[in-house]
């Protein structure tokens, strides 16, 4: 498969166009980035080491029935992927008040949460990716009705499921995560993007140490070293 030219740079990665117009690469940074970039930092390996953790978590979830856009690691930094129209909706869920939760509600840092929250946020940098209700959704024509929305809620909660249990049984607390999803041109909802410690929290479970990106926000240490220790964990 052909590397061509650049179709997109963002935060966390590159997409190239390939010699297959169905298909693209997906190169990983070692860009760290917090407030919607206001706050920048290079760790060299962070993009390999996201990549690695980001394969496993999306094998795992295809083999748990969740369509993603993965085709295949092609090496370190690069996926093959396939080419979808990213819905600009950024689900987040939540299974511990940290972060935005806390300060929007004023409920104590570190409560776990009675059930996954779902909530949805405009995927726009410039308007600091607001929060969205449902009629916001489909005011601004995000998604073609409100079976979508339901979809993505359910997605969230089904790999939320997945993951929560799989970090679990190593020693980690999936604290909340953030997924983003396209749809392919036979009209499939596909998970997209990435999984990685720069998209989800993770605390250890025997410390409460963050092992995410967290660690950039706060200047609490070196994000390179916590990731790793994600890969490795959750390659035993």
């Excluded at 940290?98 to 949805?120: M, W």
Aim: hydrophobic letters at 40%; aromatic letters at 6%.
């Amino acid at each position: 498969m052909e590397k061509r030219e650049l179709l997109y740079e963002g935060k966390a990665k590159r997409l190239y166009k390939t010699d297959d117009s169905s298909l693209l690469i997906s190169e990983y940074k070692d860009d760290l980035t917090a407030g919607n970039a206001a706050k920048k930092g290079i760790e060299k390996g962070k993009g390999a080491i996201n990549c690695k953790i980001s394969t496993r978590l999306f094998t795992l979830l295809g083999e748990h029935g969740i369509k993603t856009h993965l085709v295949k690691t092609i090496d370190d930094t690069n996926q093959l992927i396939k080419k979808v129209d990213i819905i600009l909706i950024e689900v987040v869920v939540r299974n511990i008040a940290t972060g935005s939760l806390t300060k929007r509600l004023g409920i104590k840092d570190g409560t776990v949460l009675p059930f996954a929250l779902v909530e949805f946020y405009y995927k726009d940098d410039a308007l600091n990716d607001p929060i969205l209700n449902d009629e916001h959704c489909i005011m601004m024509d995000l998604v073609k009705s409100e079976s979508d929305l339901e979809e993505l809620k359910r997605l969230g909660r089904d790999i939320n499921s997945i993951l929560k249990k799989f970090f679990e049984e190593r020693r980690l607390n999936l604290v909340d995560f953030k997924v983003e999803f396209g749809v392919d041109s036979e009209g499939n909802i596909l998970l997209a993007d990435e999984i990685s410690p720069d998209s989800c929290r993770l605390w250890d479970m025997d410390t409460n140490e963050k092992l995410d990106k967290d660690l950039f926000r706060q200047n609490l240490g070196s994000v390179k070293v916590a990731y790793k220790e994600v890969l490795n964990r959750i390659l035993k």
